[in-house]
């Protein structure tokens, strides 16, 4: 119903930037908030950030407010996350998900009903 579309992960070092999309096709207007989420290898997939497509609102995982922006395109159904100051800590696979109208778990992965493939975004010390 809903397809996404990961792209811009890398492998730089620490202090380098990296810009994320995630091109969203399909069903988009069911749903109302677009997330990104990591997992690093041994560990649970963490929050990152999240977006409204009406609005514009942004969440943000404390571990990254200040560095990491997210952002999007309506008009290109295409969401954002302009990674600054990365840090190794940054390291793990990138998730971009999409929640249907309704989720009250934006900040958790069982609130979104789609999923990328994930992206490898390693940071070098």
């Known amino acids: 119903q809903v397809q996404l579309v990961e792209s811009g992960g890398g492998l730089v070092q620490a202090g380098d930037s990296l810009r994320l999309s995630c091109a969203a096709s399909?069903?988009?207007?069911?749903?109302?908030?677009m997330g990104w989420f990591r997992q690093a290898p041994g560990k649970e997939r963490e929050f990152v950030a999240c977006?409204?497509?009406?609005?514009?609102?942004?969440y943000y995982a404390d571990s990254v407010k200040g560095r990491f922006t997210i952002s999007r395109d309506n008009a290109k159904n295409t969401v954002y996350l302009q990674m600054n100051s990365l840090k190794p800590a940054d390291t793990a696979v990138y998730y971009c998900?999409?929640?249907?109208?309704?989720?009250?778990?934006?900040?958790?992965?069982?609130?979104?009903?789609?999923w990328g493939q994930g992206t490898q975004v390693t940071v070098s010390s």
């Open positions: 998900a999409a929640a249907k109208y309704g989720s009250s778990s934006y900040r958790r992965p069982n609130g979104y009903d789609y």
């Open positions: 399909g069903r988009t207007f069911s749903t109302d908030i």
């Open positions: 977006i409204t497509w009406s609005g514009g609102y942004t």
